[in-house]
């Protein structure tokens, strides 16, 4: 297919002239032109609106303006607002955005704002805003009182708590939306605009031309936005116009509306009013999508912009709140610290000080000294967190063209799903066969297709042997509810919540506004391992001791019983905040730990329980109630994922207490990385980190990011190097396995993996299969360029890299090739960029060289052998997978409740899944290694995809600590399917296989 823009549309298209923005893009004068036009490459997915026009046998599509780059990155209002107005202030809001929250979604702290939203909202739905408007003053004023009553005692009521505990109780909020509300009320001017009309409040704008975000309301198909501001701001106008461009490609609405709870004016000398209409021109279609281009080119780059040239005077960015409960509003003045831009004041030889900043007055990091390590440990972190998010778009965008059986297999989609039911926020889909693996983490971004392509981002929460369970956030489309429909899951790398979320805890840390960075200083080295036996009393004494303390498990022991023995040695009074791993833990922790009155759970994915027992919150607690539960309780329990998606700890102040907690315990600490550790240290005066540092842990796929410091968190550090110096600040504890296999200790004692083993005990059996691994042979990356001396033609040239090829530096690496001698690129000639070597394997002649003079497409194709993550995701064998079948179904049916199957390949995973589904064995679970996270099981199957003759040991079966997790897996017995020449290419597992105490098939 072929786009055409026309500098002066002939007479025969149906439009006068193209988009000057897009032509501005197409000729690419600007870096920054150049750069948006990088996003329009052969092979990249758009959408458009166009005319089509067929010659000749070629479509041609005629655009006149609207032509998106990457439609599957959703992108919401508030950052191409930033971006329009400052990159900065883009930053703040991408990372302000992180998350679902405690009380509603999307996050919204208690503020004037959100309860006028509320209230409005419920008024304007349930009809009654006519009658309120035309009350009494007294009545009015009543009846919102009562309105307010029910929310601070509902949604808000934990964000009340907060804000009591605080000491900032809420009487100026309260006046201030009665206030606001009895003006909104006053008389009937923004009931006119809802009387006897359709409206759906909270509209989820669907996903399919690339923006996101919810819509305050949507009135007989318009957008209207409330806002309770007593001016009119242009960001304002910014937001509806994004929305009205969604409504625009959407339903062809181009008008909405900005209503305000007080009568404001929108420019000088027009009426004050509450409704204030808006139409959508071209030229703010323009603007939108060429600020939503900037943002993507943002996010691929995150670099962060001085404040010089800047306009900065209506920024709430520019003075950093004082309020107790809002310092997330930081003063943008803090990046100048990421970037190092303090050369900001001069002073001459009269002792002036003059300077180009706009913010220099107040701001308050400017006579500071600058720690440079601790700057650039950060920015470290943050490249790391940039090169992760980019491997997995482009994982993204090497998967996109595959078919639907391959993305299906290796966990990328899945097809054909029914919605069932709605249970509170859950939409619970189901589908007539088996659901495969999904490369999903619970709290995951995923997009939920209807048939006629609308899309809708949705949060993984959790999915069975043949349903899965979606969150969404938004009112949908009424089409989405359709009987009969059916729906297609798609994971979404372009939204990485985790990711994004680490950036949100770096700038907590880094901003400041909390204590200084938690360190340790090590002594001395010892040539041994300074590992302390486990036993509670000890680390009860350490832990209060020390500032850290670390106790090395592993999963045939309880955490939840460690916890609850080491807290009941703690001196009282104390204050404890245990951080689980999962809702399971905490219910095992209240059911084991003998005072149950002395524990506070906070932990809330819906609303709370109607009658809660004395340990947690109900949904009948006052705000006061809850803020003397949270003020009396000593042990507070929470969950992992609860801490990443809200905020509520770090809001939390306890009155008269500097540090809210004495002592945090964290468990599978492993799994935390750098920041998170910081800032959960940062809540209590000494920690303890429990955990296994040999796990596997859910995989960072860049190999960049590995380097820069994702690879392996602190807790890991502490136990695998830091425990062979000698130290005061910190004890590290072992509690070993129980049992293992003597094959098997032996064979990992020898390892750097350190695995201390008491006793020795249990089987292995090995067993031996023939097959062929399935797998797509390439994958392919498109690049246009322009390539001299031209001979003019275009030609297509196929490279075929020889070597390991880091995806992620690939652009880069095309940039280069453009300064080659054309001459050089010819079948069968070999060129090396960047130190990788190319095999020429392909030069095509497609057509006349275009008049942009990019006279070559690139192509090339890499085995998927050099992709470690595609080969993770796409690796299966179809004869292994059946053995594992067998085995399962010869199994003693007592046995098979025992046992589970473990592959590190998801389209293994998927496979063996489909195939227990077929024969009625869904109960038996299929893992991937760091999903057998601290489940014990007695008996273990392992298929390692590694049938083939090729010999060579896969990613990620080359990382010890995969082979660890699968090894350690199984109390009793362990049973390995693979090929027995290829898994000796492996010591370890080489070791384990010839041991005379395994049983093997092959010998
Ligand atoms: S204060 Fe100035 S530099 Fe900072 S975000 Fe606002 S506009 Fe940008
Ligand atoms: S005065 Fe402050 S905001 Fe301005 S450049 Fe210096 S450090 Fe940055």
């Given at each position: 297919?072929?786009?055409?823009?026309?500098?002066?549309?002939?007479?025969?298209?149906?439009?006068?002239?193209?988009?000057?923005?897009?032509?501005?893009?197409?000729?690419?004068?600007?870096?920054?032109?150049?750069?948006?036009?990088?996003?329009?490459?052969?092979?990249?997915?758009?959408?458009?609106?166009?005319?089509?026009?067929?010659?000749?046998?070629?479509?041609?599509?005629?655009?006149?303006?609207?032509?998106?780059?990457?439609?599957?990155?959703?992108?919401?209002?508030?950052?191409?607002?930033?971006?329009?107005?400052?990159?900065?202030?883009?930053?703040?809001?991408?990372?302000?955005?992180?998350?679902?929250?405690?009380?509603?979604?999307?996050?919204?702290?208690?503020?004037?704002?959100?309860?006028?939203?509320?209230?409005?909202?419920?008024?304007?739905?349930?009809?009654?805003?006519?009658?309120l408007s035309s009350c009494t003053f007294r009545e009015k004023k009543d009846r919102i009182k009562k309105l307010l009553g029910e929310q601070f005692q509902g949604k808000y009521r934990m964000d009340a708590a907060l804000h009591l505990l605080a000491n900032t109780p809420l009487f100026d909020v309260e006046k201030d939306v009665i206030n606001r509300l009895t003006s909104a009320f006053g008389d009937d001017e923004l009931s006119s605009l809802f009387t006897d009309k359709t409206i759906r409040s909270e509209w989820g704008i669907n996903q399919i031309s690339g923006f996101s975000g919810i819509i305050d309301y949507l009135v007989d198909g318009h957008p209207v936005e409330l806002k309770s501001a007593i001016r009119v701001s242009p960001d304002h106008i910014l937001q509806l116009k994004v929305y009205?461009?969604?409504?625009?490609?959407?339903?062809?609405?181009?008008?909405?509306?900005?209503?305000y709870t007080t009568r404001t004016t929108a420019s000088y000398g027009e009426e004050p009013s509450k409704i204030h209409p808006f139409t959508l021109t071209n030229d703010d279609i323009d603007q939108v999508i060429y600020a939503r281009h900037q943002v993507l080119l943002q996010r691929n780059g995150i670099i962060f912009p001085d404040t010089l040239g800047r306009d900065c005077t209506d920024c709430r960015y520019q003075i950093e709140s004082e309020h107790v409960l809002r310092k997330f509003w930081p003063a943008c003045q803090y990046y100048c610290q990421t970037e190092r831009h303090w050369n900001c004041y001069e002073t001459d030889d009269q002792g002036c000080i003059t300077t180009e900043c706009p913010l220099l007055d107040g701001c308050p990091v400017r006579l500071q000294y600058f720690d440079?390590?601790?700057?650039?440990?950060?920015?470290?972190?943050?490249?790391?967190?940039?090169?992760?998010?980019?491997?997995?778009?482009?994982?993204?965008?090497?998967?996109?063209?595959?078919?639907?059986?391959?993305?299906?297999?290796?966990?990328?989609?899945?097809?054909?799903?029914?919605?069932?039911?709605?249970?509170?926020?859950?939409?619970?889909?189901?589908?007539?066969?088996?659901?495969?693996?999904?490369?999903?983490?619970?709290?995951?971004?995923?997009?939920?297709?209807?048939?006629?392509?609308?899309?809708?981002?949705?949060?993984?929460?959790?999915?069975?042997?043949?349903?899965?369970?979606?969150?969404?956030?938004?009112?949908?489309?009424?089409?989405?509810?359709?009987?009969?429909?059916?729906?297609?899951?798609?994971?979404?790398?372009?939204?990485?919540?985790?990711?994004?979320?680490?950036?949100?805890?770096?700038?907590?840390?880094?901003?400041?506004?909390?204590?200084?960075?938690?360190?340790?200083?090590?002594?001395?080295?010892?040539?041994?391992?300074?590992?302390?036996?486990?036993?509670?009393?000890?680390?009860?004494?350490?832990?209060?001791?020390?500032?850290?303390?670390?106790?090395?498990?592993?999963?045939?022991?309880?955490?939840?019983?460690?916890?609850?023995?080491?807290?009941?040695?703690?001196?009282?009074?104390?204050?404890?905040?245990?951080?689980?791993?999962?809702?399971?833990?905490?219910?095992?922790?209240?059911?084991?730990?003998?005072?149950?009155?002395?524990?506070?759970?906070?932990?809330?994915?819906?609303?709370?329980?109607?009658?809660?027992?004395?340990?947690?919150?109900?949904?009948?607690?006052?705000?006061?109630?809850?803020?003397?539960?949270?003020?009396?309780?000593?042990?507070?329990?929470?969950?992992?994922?609860?801490?990443?998606?809200?905020?509520?700890?770090?809001?939390?102040?306890?009155?008269?207490?500097?540090?809210?907690?004495?002592?945090?315990?964290?468990?599978?600490?492993?799994?935390?990385?750098?920041?998170?550790?910081?800032?959960?240290?940062?809540?209590?005066?000494?920690?303890?980190?429990?955990?296994?540092?040999?796990?596997?842990?859910?995989?960072?796929?860049?190999?960049?990011?590995?380097?820069?410091?994702?690879?392996?968190?602190?807790?890991?550090?502490?136990?695998?190097?830091?425990?062979?110096?000698?130290?005061?600040?910190?004890?590290?504890?072992?509690?070993?396995?129980?049992?293992?296999?003597?094959?098997?200790?032996?064979?990992?004692?020898?390892?750097?993996?350190?695995?201390?083993?008491?006793?020795?005990?249990?089987?292995?059996?090995?067993?031996?299969?023939?097959?062929?691994?399935?797998?797509?042979?390439?994958?392919?990356?498109?690049?246009?360029?322009?390539?001299?001396?031209?001979?003019?033609?275009?030609?297509?040239?196929?490279?075929?890299?020889?070597?390991?090829?880091?995806?992620?530096?690939?652009?880069?690496?095309?940039?280069?090739?453009?300064?080659?001698?054309?001459?050089?690129?010819?079948?069968?000639?070999?060129?090396?960029?960047?130190?990788?070597?190319?095999?020429?394997?392909?030069?095509?002649?497609?057509?006349?060289?275009?008049?942009?003079?990019?006279?070559?497409?690139?192509?090339?194709?890499?085995?998927?052998?050099?992709?470690?993550?595609?080969?993770?995701?796409?690796?299966?064998?179809?004869?292994?997978?059946?053995?594992?079948?067998?085995?399962?179904?010869?199994?003693?049916?007592?046995?098979?409740?025992?046992?589970?199957?473990?592959?590190?390949?998801?389209?293994?995973?998927?496979?063996?899944?489909?195939?227990?589904?077929?024969?009625?064995?869904?109960?038996?679970?299929?893992?991937?290694?760091?999903?057998?996270?601290?489940?014990?099981?007695?008996?273990?199957?392992?298929?390692?995809?590694?049938?083939?003759?090729?010999?060579?040991?896969?990613?990620?079966?080359?990382?010890?600590?995969?082979?660890?997790?699968?090894?350690?897996?199984?109390?009793?017995?362990?049973?390995?399917?693979?090929?027995?020449?290829?898994?000796?290419?492996?010591?370890?597992?080489?070791?384990?296989?010839?041991?005379?105490?395994?049983?093997?098939?092959?010998?």
């Amino acid at each position: 297919m072929k786009l055409a823009l026309w500098e002066a549309p002939p007479s025969w298209i149906p439009y006068p002239e193209t988009s000057e923005y897009l032509l501005r893009i197409v000729s690419g004068k600007e870096e920054e032109e150049k750069q948006i036009l990088r996003l329009f490459q052969s092979g990249e997915e758009v959408f458009f609106e166009g005319y089509l026009i067929c010659q000749n046998g070629i479509t041609w599509i005629n655009i006149e303006r609207i032509l998106i780059a990457s439609p599957d990155t959703a992108i919401g209002p508030r950052e191409i607002i930033g971006m329009m107005s400052c990159p900065r202030k883009y930053y703040l809001e991408y990372i302000k955005n992180v998350g679902g929250n405690i009380l509603k979604r999307p996050n919204k702290n208690i503020t004037r704002g959100n309860l006028v939203h509320t209230i409005l909202e419920a008024v304007a739905c349930d009809g009654s805003l006519q009658t309120l408007s035309s009350c009494t003053f007294r009545e009015k004023k009543d009846r919102i009182k009562k309105l307010l009553g029910e929310q601070f005692q509902g949604k808000y009521r934990m964000d009340a708590a907060l804000h009591l505990l605080a000491n900032t109780p809420l009487f100026d909020v309260e006046k201030d939306v009665i206030n606001r509300l009895t003006s909104a009320f006053g008389d009937d001017e923004l009931s006119s605009l809802f009387t006897d009309k359709t409206i759906r409040s909270e509209w989820g704008i669907n996903q399919i031309s690339g923006f996101s975000g919810i819509i305050d309301y949507l009135v007989d198909g318009h957008p209207v936005e409330l806002k309770s501001a007593i001016r009119v701001s242009p960001d304002h106008i910014l937001q509806l116009k994004v929305y009205l461009v969604t409504t625009h490609l959407e339903f062809g609405i181009d008008d909405g509306y900005l209503i305000y709870t007080t009568r404001t004016t929108a420019s000088y000398g027009e009426e004050p009013s509450k409704i204030h209409p808006f139409t959508l021109t071209n030229d703010d279609i323009d603007q939108v999508i060429y600020a939503r281009h900037q943002v993507l080119l943002q996010r691929n780059g995150i670099i962060f912009p001085d404040t010089l040239g800047r306009d900065c005077t209506d920024c709430r960015y520019q003075i950093e709140s004082e309020h107790v409960l809002r310092k997330f509003w930081p003063a943008c003045q803090y990046y100048c610290q990421t970037e190092r831009h303090w050369n900001c004041y001069e002073t001459d030889d009269q002792g002036c000080i003059t300077t180009e900043c706009p913010l220099l007055d107040g701001c308050p990091v400017r006579l500071q000294y600058f720690d440079i390590e601790k700057i650039d440990h950060f920015n470290r972190l943050r490249r790391a967190i940039m090169a992760e998010n980019e491997e997995q778009s482009r994982l993204a965008h090497l998967l996109r063209e595959k078919p639907k059986e391959i993305l299906q297999a290796c966990g990328q989609q899945v097809n054909d799903l029914r919605l069932e039911i709605v249970e509170k926020d859950n939409f619970i889909f189901r589908s007539s066969e088996s659901i495969p693996c999904l490369d999903c983490a619970i709290g995951d971004q995923v997009i939920v297709s209807t048939i006629d392509g609308l899309r809708y981002p949705g949060t993984y929460i959790r999915s069975g042997a043949d349903s899965v369970v979606i969150q969404f956030s938004g009112i949908l489309h009424n089409t989405f509810f359709e009987t009969g429909a059916t729906y297609t899951l798609t994971r979404d790398y372009n939204e990485n919540r985790s990711m994004r979320s680490l950036l949100k805890v770096i700038d907590f840390i880094q901003r400041g506004i909390h204590r200084p960075i938690p360190t340790y200083s090590k002594g001395k080295i010892s040539d041994k391992k300074n590992l302390i036996p486990y036993c509670p009393e000890d680390v009860a004494v350490a832990l209060e001791k020390q500032p850290l303390s670390a106790l090395q498990t592993t999963h045939q022991t309880s955490v939840v019983e460690q916890c609850s023995n080491i807290i009941s040695l703690l001196t009282r009074p104390c204050r404890v905040l245990v951080v689980f791993r999962d809702s399971v833990e905490i219910k095992n922790f209240v059911q084991t730990y003998p005072v149950k009155h002395e524990i506070l759970v906070i932990d809330r994915e819906h609303n709370f329980e109607e009658g809660a027992q004395v340990f947690g919150i109900s949904e009948k607690n006052t705000p006061e109630e809850i803020a003397e539960k949270i003020e009396l309780s000593p042990i507070i329990v929470t969950r992992k994922g609860f801490l990443q998606t809200t905020k509520f700890f770090e809001l939390l102040h306890l009155p008269g207490r500097r540090i809210p907690f004495d002592y945090v315990i964290v468990t599978s600490a492993e799994e935390y990385h750098e920041p998170q550790l910081y800032s959960l240290r940062n809540l209590g005066t000494n920690t303890l980190l429990i955990g296994d540092a040999f796990h596997a842990c859910p995989p960072i796929r860049s190999s960049e990011a590995r380097n820069l410091g994702l690879g392996s968190g602190p807790f890991i550090q502490l136990v695998r190097y830091d425990t062979y110096f000698i130290s005061d600040q910190f004890t590290v504890f072992s509690e070993p396995f129980a049992t293992l296999p003597i094959q098997i200790a032996s064979a990992l004692d020898k390892t750097t993996l350190d695995v201390s083993v008491r006793e020795y005990d249990g089987t292995v059996t090995f067993v031996q299969v023939d097959g062929i691994e399935s797998g797509d042979e390439n994958v392919q990356y498109f690049a246009s360029m322009e390539i001299k001396p031209s001979d003019g033609m275009r030609y297509r040239i196929v490279l075929t890299p020889q070597n390991e090829v880091p995806l992620s530096r690939l652009d880069e690496m095309m940039d280069q090739l453009s300064l080659e001698n054309f001459n050089h690129l010819k079948d069968g000639n070999r060129i090396t960029i960047e130190e990788v070597p190319f095999l020429i394997t392909g030069r095509y002649p497609l057509e006349k060289e275009p008049e942009s003079g990019e006279n070559a497409e690139i192509l090339v194709e890499i085995p998927v052998r050099f992709s470690e993550t595609l080969e993770e995701l796409m690796y299966s064998n179809k004869t292994e997978a059946e053995v594992i079948l067998r085995l399962i179904q010869n199994m003693d049916p007592k046995d098979r409740e025992r046992c589970a199957v473990i592959t590190p390949f998801i389209s293994q995973s998927s496979l063996i899944r489909s195939l227990f589904y077929q024969n009625n064995l869904s109960d038996v679970p299929v893992l991937l290694p760091y999903q057998a996270g601290r489940i014990s099981y007695d008996i273990v199957i392992v298929s390692f995809v590694c049938a083939g003759n090729e010999r060579i040991l896969r990613y990620p079966l080359t990382r010890p600590e995969v082979l660890y997790t699968i090894l350690t897996s199984a109390t009793e017995k362990l049973i390995l399917v693979g090929s027995g020449d290829t898994l000796r290419q492996s010591r370890i597992l080489g070791e384990i296989i010839d041991a005379p105490e395994t049983k093997g098939c092959d010998k």
